[in-house]
């Protein structure tokens, strides 16, 4: 309240006493800090039910004026922007996880540590187990592969190193008898 007695809330009037130094409705010169607060005239105010601004969404809640800031917070049915990138839809609070699933920047690594990075289009079809067990048969295969190769060569060697013996022990006979001549 002014000097006048005409009311107004604090922050309006502070603004209007920035340019003007009169009432705004009777233009009554208004000098230094005469205006007062008014505490109860606040408080009932405050304590006035107010519907949700997001009513036309369908939020159905009445609250006092003091809590609107509280609820529009945490109302179920405030517009909100979807969290995946790229994505520049706004969606009910209530509905973020559903749009989230469906969405198509929608992107995630598997949960059960295959590295793979889920998208809507592959999210469906994939399976851990299949696609570990397919890599760990590539993987066995090529294992057995090396094996063969390794035991082939192992066998070529064993062979030739018994021909080499063979040789070797042929010589010092072969020796042995030049001398006895």
């Known amino acids: 309240m002014i000097s006048c007695g005409h009311i107004f809330c604090r922050k309006c009037i ?3 006493l920035k340019r003007q130094q009169t009432c705004p409705c009777c233009r009554t010169e208004v000098r230094g800090k005469l205006y007062v607060q008014m505490h109860k005239l606040k ?3 405050n304590r006035l039910q107010v519907k949700c601004p997001n009513e ?3 939020c159905p809640a009445l609250f006092p004026l003091l ?3 509280e609820h529009a917070e945490t109302c179920a049915f405030g517009l909100v922007a979807c969290a995946n990138g790229g994505c520049s839809a706004q969606v009910l609070r209530k509905d973020v996880e559903d749009h989230s699933q469906s969405c198509e920047y929608w992107s995630e690594m598997c949960h059960m540590g295959c ?3 889920l998208t809507p289009a592959n999210r469906d079809e994939h399976n851990c187990y299949m696609e570990l067990k397919e890599t760990y048969n590539k993987q066995l295969h090529k294992l057995r592969q090396k ?3 390794i035991e082939s060569l192992s066998s070529q ?3 030739q190193i018994q021909l080499l013996s063979e040789g070797l022990e042929g010589t010092p006979a072969a020796a042995s008898t030049e001398e006895a001549e």
Do not use: D, H, P, V
């Open 115 to 117: 590295g793979t990075l």
């Open 147 to 149: 094996a063969r190769r």
């Open 157 to 159: 060697m064993s062979r």
């Open 67 to 69: 809590r609107s800031e």
């Open 43 to 45: 408080r009932k105010i």
């Open 14 to 16: 502070l603004q209007w």
């Open 56 to 58: 036309q969404n369908g």
